[in-house]
């Protein structure tokens, strides 16, 4: 009964505010209702399923305002086994001792593979502005990948911002022979505080293998900067 009245008291499922505290159990409940609960894994079940998983679930301060996030990975293995996992958002606000919902968002993408999570940091992308890198690796077709993802809250929305390969070989297949190649990247934020958004800087290097199977170093450097017309980042 103590528990009933503690989500009663704390959660306002029409309006979409949590009074008290912010919890992991309690912003699950916003963004799937009032069922939903969250073991020691970070896995959240709602009814009898358990096919979401928590993959970032933090405060921090932007601009001045006290924050937290939630990500999850969602995916259900009855409907579709081998499909990815769908990323699911919420980002609330603190406001006099209260948790209101800034963006609340289904679906924003179909990243990584069911059996792993992704690696998520909060970024400061510009001036006080905040944003959400995910890393995501895996094997595919022979060889390991790693892909940088960047989502950002524009208004009452996320977008992916910058989604790009910043890592790749085959190891996975070349078990150690001469014709084993690979390169990874370092990504970096050139500061720039008159821009809303700094640069993103991509500097890779290792071998790569050119259509004639050819293997050759490889050591360059991209500039990225974000287009407001697109939503994005665009190559320099």
């Known amino acids: 009964l103590y528990a009933i009245f503690t989500q ?8 979409r505010v ?19 609960s969250v073991d020691e894994t970070g896995r959240v079940t709602i009814g009898s399923e358990s096919t979401v998983k928590i993959v970032l679930a933090k405060q921090y301060q932007e601009q001045g ?19 990815l996992p769908e990323l699911d958002g919420m980002v609330l606000t603190e406001v006099d001792d209260a948790w209101h919902v800034d963006v ?19 970024k400061e992308i510009g001036s006080g502005k905040s944003g959400f890198m995910f890393y995501y690796s895996g094997p595919n077709d022979g ?12 208004g009452g ?3 992916i911002i910058f989604n790009e390969l910043i890592g790749l070989d085959n190891s996975a297949s ?9 390169y990874n990247s370092q990504l970096d934020f050139i500061q720039d505080n008159e821009s809303e958004f700094w640069d993103i800087q991509i500097t890779s290097s290792g071998t790569i293998v050119m259509e004639d199977g050819a293997i050759i170093p490889i050591s360059e450097q ?9 939503n994005r980042y665009v190559e320099k």
């Open 8 to 15: 009663e008291k704390c959660l306002n499922m029409e309006e």
């Open 18 to 36: 949590i009074n008290c505290e912010i919890t992991d159990q309690f912003a699950a409940k916003l963004m799937y209702g009032e069922q939903a």
């Open 65 to 83: 305002d006290q924050k937290y996030i939630l990500f999850t990975q969602r995916y259900d293995p009855n409907t579709c086994a081998e499909c």
């Open 104 to 122: 609340l968002q289904k679906g924003i993408a179909q990243f990584g593979t069911q059996e792993s999570n992704p690696v998520v940091d909060i």
């Open 143 to 154: 060889m390991r990948y790693q892909d940088a993802v960047l989502i950002d809250q524009i």
């Open 157 to 159: 929305r996320f977008y």
């Open 174 to 182: 070349c078990e150690g022979t001469e014709n084993c190649w690979g």
């Open 222 to 230: 991209l500039l990225y900067r974000y287009s407001s017309g697109d």
